[in-house]
């Protein structure tokens, strides 16, 4: 190599940094404070959280905020726990970072890399990394790889003035290159301002985390609608609505879950950094917990890396084999370990003048040199340079030989040609056997009998001869070695190579483009791979595998796309680091299920009080001291305690295994507490949520004991401080009623501690299935997309009767919801068979058919339906049908947020407005709605796989139960005909969509025939309970109504007309036309009045055909068909109203009220309201019938009729129902008419108001 120039002067250097040619860039390989900061305070639950903490403050005390003051808390502990570990680990990463060796002012110095300038003059050799762009200024063998960056997997030989990019790494030889592009503008960084900027790497654990979160946001929207909805519907103000609602939802967040997770990392990386091991990315600790096999080289990993020559065997007299030797390993530039342990064993130094040199690389295998007078000669693997000669089938026994005792064998030849690009030349003549040994490290044996015993695979790929490694590997205490495998023979398609690595252990001869399709092979077949590395050689294998891990004192190349560092190069450490992310994975699991369990509990207990109409259980501080002692303390201990369990996959599901059946059983036993003590222990409200406070403890506490097994004195410790905490703070006075918590009388506590030793004996029972489940359970192969297509066709024949029939029910059944909807939205006259039912139905009530009715109507109350739903969601869980709880969930949960949302969105009052809150509102009939979606579905899962004659059976007792139900709420009158209707249709398209789903996917069987008498059992109880409490009262409750209403005549005339109807309701919510006429009289009396003023009786009964126009004018006249309120007028009067018979004044009355007279003689007479309007006869098919006039008046015709009543009180209502009727003047006749005969009957005089009715 030329002389070196002095390269840059300091001021040269100085007037570079000052215009910024400096190689300084923002590396993202680890989170700033900032990003740090940001991470643990800008979350979407942190908002979530503080926005409903700023809503409790507002709304309610502050003690209920207090979660606010717990997210503070968790958000600070992340922050410093994580910038503590990233000061620890920076600090560890600064001192193993690679220097790199520049020319300045006549000297070699090293620097970092971020100091280098532009013009610098860097020095490379094998195994570093090119860390600027740069020209190369002199090449000795020079080879780069710069399969990183481009994919190309051939080294490329670099000459003078060729380019040298950042990011790739030498393989062989050295040479000085001149920097031409720096920071910013090189290429590696270019580069990774496009497509590799940082990311975290994929981490199971982060994506199950982030899984849950999904479910948890899609869960909290519909739950908090309706926790709003319900407290707001049961007549609760807007500030305790949001109060109760608030500690509801917060309750839903696990808040703590990623915090709790960041740290473990965190602390974990640190816990290694102290044993020498340098964490580069967090997620590589939980990697390393789940490694199942592990590759590695033999060479610094199994051996401690430093070779010795042992001797030099010659295959025939040649003199010049010392100096051979010598020379040629002297040529290389960049000599290897291997290369400089025989350079310390030759004793010659000859001045053998080199022509052309050829250094050693991993892909070759081999070294050269050519030298004047001296010809060729080739150090390298024996069986790569004896190709398949036959006249060396003797050497390769003997190479065999030693390579079988553990040797590493290289072979000496000379050659008469020069070299040809960098080919083995011609005529190859072996002169020596140069033999190595390597000591096996002493901590090997143990490390590999840990990996044996905790299942995880070794392989040994090296590049050695197969024999050799084979026997390093036995000597290392890797039993299951074999004779080796030599890699030049291996298939090259992957699913064969993938099978033979799993029955192959060690490999010899490895390339390393073949490292990287053994990596790739074994994570094909589903094996998280750790790759152990030290050279350049490794590189695209530590990068292809789940983790790369290497040794510190290997290169830097190595080093910088590994995701571990061994800083002490100790293969014994491997254990620790293993055993430190299973106690990250184990305690992130445990966390995982605390935090899960109370979110799953919180939301179903929600869920139950929406459908029940009660309040909520808990104040949010009560959810705030539960989750302290139960989650929040407890989770920040067990973060940090130990663990040796082994890894598995499945995070989310053996979350969900254990979180889902824990939190239904919490959230039933709370439940119960919380119900039994209100209805049945006659506790006010806030002991009963006391009670479900002391409950839902004392549950969750023993899901702490259940997760923490096996208990330590520790864990024990901790559960039992938990408890004494809880009981100080119940038992001081101040402290419980800080936390809102009520004494408790005796019974109330009997009930709360029997529920919590019944739930906490099922969770026992659940856990332990759930770990024999766990123990069994192997991970499937996925299904082949063959396969899936064929479930698909055996599905689609197996109900091909089912889909299209299930779409014609659905049209059918949303077609008429639609259409139902429509109408009442619109108030449709159809609507008037709503008023026709109702008012028919009460009309033939009798009393036993109330009581029973009443008993029907209770089937459907939420006493009965709520434990009916949990008990089949708890049969559900308990034999994992996790697609069947999911469905019922679905079913039950969505009908009833829509029935409440279409409730408060239409605000239809129902015909006896006998409730408050939601239920006060009639449209949709939830009795309807939930009776055909939770018996119709549960029905519909009952007859999966069931006789033809059992699923008859059952769908027969369901649709006699629905319809009993449904029939139950008109009879009584709590609901229009339209809201039963519509709930019927609204709830058989729900469950026929929810059918086909399930339906659509293999059955899983649910134990169908003991759940049904299960289910029975529990609806005759639940029933019977429900029923001996509430009975008597519900049977007053839903009692006819009596709608006549009494006043006296000087009321009457004194105001009260106004509260009798503003006009005739045709269809509910809407007046067709105004009462003008109130009149106080006896339809007797009305009859002979209207007589003899000139005016017809007419006929408006639906039941009576029209008169012919022909027929005898005595003949009573047909007039058109009006209904108010359901009910035909009790009498119609018509007159003609001019000359030309064009005009009829038409006179409807309907009964309103009894009035007391004012003489005791004449009692009480009823008073009418009625219409008068101006209608027109009409003709057709030959029938008579009367239509309102165009541009219909209600003024002057009332006017018209009380013309003749000389004392008619003429009043004025002027409320906005009256206005609405923009030709009504409001004006109301007020008539009261007494008659009295004399003894032939036919004498009649009138009285006015003043004189019979005042």
């Not at 009767?801 to 919801?817: D, E, K, Q, T």
Request: contains cysteine; neutral net charge; proline residues 5%.
């Amino acid at each position: 190599m030329a002389d070196l120039p002095d390269g840059l002067s300091l001021d040269e250097v100085a007037e570079r940094r000052g215009r910024g040619a400096v190689n300084r860039v923002k590396r993202q390989t680890s989170r700033s404070f900032g990003a740090i900061v940001r991470a643990n305070v800008f979350t979407r639950f942190n908002a979530l959280l503080g926005t409903l903490c700023a809503v409790v403050l507002v709304v309610g005390p502050w003690q209920d905020a207090l979660f606010g003051g717990v997210l503070i808390t968790n958000s600070l502990i992340g922050i410093v726990q994580e910038w503590r570990a990233k000061r620890q680990l920076d600090r560890l990463a600064l001192l193993h970072q690679p220097r790199a060796r520049v020319r300045r002012a006549g000297q070699t110095i090293e620097v970092h890399p971020d100091d280098i300038v532009k013009d610098d003059l860097i020095a490379v050799e094998r195994g570093d990394q090119i860390v600027v762009d740069g020209v190369v200024w002199a090449a000795n063998g020079l080879e780069i790889d710069e399969s990183l960056l481009t994919g190309e997997s051939e080294p490329q030989t670099k000459t003078p003035e060729s380019e040298v990019q950042s990011g790739s790494f030498v393989v062989a030889g050295q040479g000085w290159y001149r920097a031409t592009r720096v920071g910013q503008q090189a290429w590696a960084h270019q580069l990774a301002a496009q497509v590799r900027r940082f990311v975290p790497p994929h981490s199971e654990l982060n994506a199950g985390i982030n899984r849950i979160l999904r479910y948890v946001c899609w869960a909290i929207m519909p739950l908090s609608t309706l926790m709003v909805a319900t407290q707001l519907l049961r007549g609760a103000s807007l500030d305790e609505a949001l109060l109760f609602s608030a500690g509801g939802v917060a309750g839903m967040v696990p808040e703590g879950l990623v915090l709790l997770t960041s740290v473990a990392l965190a602390i974990g990386a640190v816990r290694l950094a102290q044993r020498g091991t340098l964490m580069q990315e967090l997620p590589a600790i939980e990697t390393l917990a789940r490694v199942d096999v592990i590759c590695l080289d033999k060479t610094g990993t199994l051996t401690e890396g430093v070779p010795v020559m042992e001797r030099l065997e010659r295959l025939g007299a040649n003199p010049d084999v010392d100096e051979a030797l010598a020379a040629l390993v002297l040529s290389d530039p960049a000599p290897n370990a291997t290369l400089r342990a025989i350079a310390a064993s030759c004793t010659a130094r000859p001045e053998w003048h080199t022509v052309h040199a050829i250094p050693f690389s991993s892909a070759r295998k081999w070294a050269g040199a050519s030298f004047i007078w001296h010809g060729t000669w080739i150090l390298g693997a024996p069986d790569v340079m004896l190709g398949d000669s036959a006249s060396a089938d003797d050497l390769r026994r003997t190479v065999s030989a030693y390579a079988r005792e553990g040797r590493r064998v290289l072979l000496l030849a000379r050659s008469g040609s020069a070299f040809a690009g960098d080919r083995l030349p011609d005529e190859l003549a072996p002169v020596a056997l140069v033999l190595l040994a390597e000591r096996v490290r002493a901590d090997a044996p143990t490390t590999a009998a840990y990996f044996a015993a905790q299942g995880v695979s070794l392989k040994v790929i090296s590049g050695d001869h197969a024999d050799t490694a084979a026997e390093v590997a036995r000597r290392a205490g890797i039993e299951a070695a074999g004779d080796g495998v030599d890699a030049r023979a291996l298939p090259e398609g992957a699913g064969q190579l993938g099978e033979l690595m799993e029955r192959e252990t060690v490999f010899g001869r490895v390339s390393p483009q073949q490292k990287e399709a053994m990596v790739a092979a074994l994570r094909g077949r589903g094996h998280v791979v750790a790759m152990i590395g030290d050279g350049v050689n490794d590189l695209l294998a530590l990068k292809e595998a789940d983790i790369g891990i290497a040794m510190g004192s290997g290169s830097g190349a190595a080093a910088s796309v590994a995701q571990a560092v061994l800083i002490d190069d100790r293969f014994a450490s491997l254990p620790s680091i293993v055993n430190e992310g299973r106690r990250v994975i184990g305690n992130v699991e445990r966390v995982a299920n605390l935090f899960v369990t109370k979110t799953v509990y919180v939301m179903l207990l929600a869920f139950a009080v929406g459908v029940a109409d009660l309040a909520f259980p808990f104040l949010p501080r009560h959810l705030t001291l539960v989750g302290s002692l139960t989650i929040g303390i407890p989770a920040f201990f067990l973060s940090l305690e130990p663990t040796a369990e082994r890894a598995r996959r499945g995070f989310v599901e053996r979350v969900l295994r254990f979180t889902v059946p824990a939190g239904v059983l919490a959230a039933i036993a709370t439940f119960a507490a919380y119900s039994v003590t209100l209805s049945y222990l006659h506790g006010t409200l806030d002991a009963a949520r006391s009670a479900a406070t002391v409950t839902l403890l004392g549950i969750a506490l023993w899901i702490v004991a259940l997760l923490v097994r096996p208990l330590t004195r520790l864990r024990i410790a901790i559960v039992a401080a938990m408890a004494v905490s809880f009981a100080l703070v119940s038992s001081t006075a101040p402290l419980r009623a800080f936390f809102a918590l009520e004494p408790l009388p005796l019974r109330i506590w009997l009930g709360a501690i029997g529920t919590i030793v019944l739930a906490c004996s099922a969770l026992r029972g659940i856990t332990t299935r759930a770990d024999v489940i766990l123990d069994s359970a192997e991970s499937p192969d996925p299904p082949s997309a063959l396969s899936a297509a064929r479930a698909w066709l055996a599905l689609w024949r197996r109900h091909k009767v089912l889909v299209p029939v299930s779409a014609l029910l659905f049209c059918g059944s949303a077609w008429l919801f639609l259409g139902v909807l429509e109408d009442v939205l619109s108030k449709d006259p159809l609507m008037q068979a709503d008023l026709i039912v109702y008012r028919t139905l009460q009309n033939i009530r009798v009393p036993y058919l109330d009581s029973w009715m009443t008993g029907m109507s209770e089937l459907g109350d939420a006493a009965v339906v709520v434990p009916v739903v949990l008990v089949v969601l708890s049969w559900f869980v308990w034999h994992r049908r996790w697609r069947a709880a999911i469905y019922w969930l679905a079913a039950v949960g969505g009908a009833e947020v829509i029935v409440k949302l279409l409730k408060l969105a239409l605000h239809r009052t129902r015909p006896n407005p006998f409730a408050s809150g939601v239920e006060s509102f009639s449209f949709p009939s939830s009795h309807a709605t939930l009776a055909v979606v939770t018996y119709g579905f549960l029905a519909f899962l009952l007859c999966e796989g069931q006789r033809h004659r059992l699923r008859t059976a059952i769908v027969l007792v369901t649709a006699v139960a629905v319809s009993l139900i449904a029939a139950s709420r008109l009879y009584l009158g709590v609901h229009w005909v339209s809201d039963v209707v519509a709930g019927l249709s609204f709830g058989l398209a729900w469950v026929t969509v929810l059918a086909v789903g399930y339906s659509l996917q293999p059955i899983q069987p649910i134990g169908a025939k003991r759940l049904m008498g299960i289910v029975a059992l529990t609806l005759l109880a639940g029933a019977a309970l429900h029923m001996a409490k509430r009975h008597h009262a519900d049977v007053a409750l839903y009692r006819r109504l009596e709608r006549t209403e009494r006043m006296t005549a000087t009321q009457w005339r004194g105001g009260a007309w106004r509260t009798l109807p503003v006009g005739r309701v045709a269809v509910v919510g809407r007046i067709d036309e105004p009462f003008s006429v109130q009149w106080a009289a006896t339809a007797r009396t009305i009859e002979r009045v209207m007589q003899a003023q000139g005016w017809r009786a007419a006929r408006s009964d639906p039941a009576w055909p029209a008169v012919p126009a022909s027929g005898d004018e005595r003949a009573t006249p047909a007039i058109a068909l009006k209904f108010h309120e359901g009910a035909a007028p009790a009498m119609a009067f018509v007159r003609i109203a001019d000359e030309a018979h064009d005009t009829l004044l038409v006179l409807r009355l309907w009964p309103a009220a009894d009035l007391v007279l004012r003489s005791p003689r004449h009692g009480t007479v009823p008073l009418w309201t009625g219409t008068v309007t101006r209608e027109s006869p009409a003709t057709a098919f030959a029938w008579s019938f009367s239509v309102p006039s165009i541009n219909e008046d209600f003024t002057a015709p009332a006017a018209a009729f009380a013309r003749p009543f000389a004392d008619a009180q003429s009043v004025t209502r002027d409320d906005p129902a009256s206005a609405a009727f923009r030709r009504w003047d409001g004006r109301v006749w007020l008539l009261c008419t007494a008659v009295l005969s004399d003894a032939s009957g036919d004498r009649t005089r009138q009285y006015s108001p003043s004189g019979a009715c005042g």
